[in-house]
């Protein structure tokens, strides 16, 4: 793809991000006027809405992956200690999920009636598994994490964390006890001081 249709595409798909936020939804017209292209533009580049949607997804699920691997790192792990590094990390959960809430809403309602949706779902999720599956491992090599199953774990890791983007976490204030409580059970799920 050249450059001027990738910058094309990136602007469509930061356009689709907006309106989503602004509106709860989107049409080829919002987005063309958005970007100043045409609607024949926007069809270029997504054959159909679905489509378009699903781009605006996996970019907002990489940026989640980056997330979960900017604070599963063995070196925050050592540098804060587990509690710290849970009670920023779900601080920063929160306020993504809060800001990208209505389009990971939309992009849910059509997991069911769309296979490429589901397949950047599975296929996202198996790499944040993977991510905390490293992460476990290497805080059991440090002695700072419990052992255990750290396939188990990562997986453990992946339903409590999916749970983050429920409205009330993503309404969380530093500090109270709703933040307090789920950093707990966080970080019960992982201490050594857990037999």
Known sequence: MSAKLTRTRTQLVAAIRMEI????????????QRTNTSVATFYNHFATKDDALIAAYAEVMQELQQLVAHHCHIEKLLDLGLRKLVADWLLDASAFFAANAVL????????????????LFRQHEEHIQKIYQR?????????????????????????????????????????????????????????????
């Not at 936020?21 to 063309?32: D, K, N, P, R, V």
């Not at 491992?137 to 983007?165: F, P």
């Open 135 to 195: 992460f476990i491992e290497l805080g059991q090599a440090a002695k700072l994490l419990r052992q255990g199953g750290s396939h188990a774990m990562a997986q453990v890791l992946v339903v409590i964390t999916e749970g983050w983007y429920h409205p009330l976490i993503q309404k969380v204030k530093s500090g109270s006890p709703l933040h307090q409580e789920m950093t707990a059970v966080v970080t019960r799920a992982l201490s050594v001081e857990i037999t």
């Open 21 to 32: 936020a602004a509106s709860g939804g989107f049409t080829a017209e919002l987005i063309a």
């Open 104 to 119: 990971f809403r939309l992009a849910q309602a059509t997991l069911e009636r769309s296979k490429p949706m589901r397949d």
